[in-house]
């Protein structure tokens, strides 16, 4: 189905099964094809692909040559229907590539609202994105991949399969992350090492100074004072009951899968 307002460039290939939505445009020799449905007032350039089970909301714009919901590269899979969902106002550059989901997993690649994802940046299987990220040119998430609210990854910065990075944290360029990020941490290196905490992002973000404070204060029970991290919880979760910043740290930490960053 497509709706009366959008406007297709002619030579764009539309298959039967896709739903457009009021206000998209869809540039030249752009191809969509299975079950794909584009949010109101989205954007695709020229040259872009995008296969189903494909879900995209609102006012996102997609530039040429990205290839969005394409089968995913797991040598698992074996052509079963799973899905790439995408929420709202996200950019997604040129060359970008995110693929769907498989059924060792939930089935769905997930990316939330507000995304930067800049030249060549790639979201594979199952990864699971929040909101108000930015991926550097060359990102590299590997399948089954979580990543919290406003996380920025710079260019060429990559992460194992399987891996977490926490909300408000930032990786450096050409980080290697082989263990997961707890969140507001910034790391760099390969393979990536915790630096410090993300002060002036969060700055940025509006939390308070005394905030700021209480979450160094978190960093050093982690990194600097010799602590398990079972310990490290401990102290936290004291901390955490006058700032509820703190909590997130100790959620985190409580639900690691592969060993946090040292």
């Not at 540039?27 to 995008?50: F, R």
């Not at 494909?54 to 990205?66: D, K």
Request: proline share 2%; glycine share 12%; aromatic share 8%.
């Amino acid at each position: 189905m497509i709706d009366s307002t959008a406007m297709i460039h002619p030579t764009a290939l539309i298959g039967d099964n896709v739903t457009v939505k009021a206000g998209v445009q869809i540039g030249a020799y752009s191809v969509l094809e299975g079950d794909v449905t584009i949010g109101e007032n989205s954007w695709i350039g020229s040259h872009v692909v995008i296969k189903g089970r494909t879900s995209i909301g609102q006012n996102n714009r997609i530039f040429q040559f990205a290839s969005i919901g394409e089968n995913c590269q797991d040598l698992k899979y074996l052509g079963e229907d799973t899905a790439l969902v995408i929420g709202d106002n996200n950019t997604i550059r040129e060359s970008v590539t995110m693929h769907r989901g498989t059924i060792q997993d939930r089935g769905i690649t997930q990316v939330g609202h507000n995304n930067l994802f800049m030249v060549n940046a790639h979201v594979a299987h199952d990864c699971i994105i929040g909101d108000h990220c930015i991926f550097a040119n060359n990102a590299t998430l590997a399948g089954h991949v979580s990543i919290g609210d406003y996380v920025i990854f710079g260019g060429l910065a990559a992460i194992h399969q399987f891996g977490k990075v926490g909300a408000h944290a930032f990786i450096g360029g050409c980080a290697a992350l082989n263990k997961d990020v707890p969140p507001y941490v910034m790391a760099v290196g390969n393979y990536a090492r915790p630096v410090t905490i993300n002060s002036e992002g969060l700055l940025r973000r509006g939390f308070s100074k005394d905030a700021i404070k209480a979450l160094r204060r978190a960093y050093k029970i982690l990194y600097r004072e010799g602590n398990t991290i079972e310990q490290a919880i401990e102290l936290m979760s004291e901390l955490s009951k006058q700032f509820v910043e703190v909590k997130a740290f100790v959620d985190f930490l409580s639900d690691h899968g592969r060993g946090i960053i040292r």
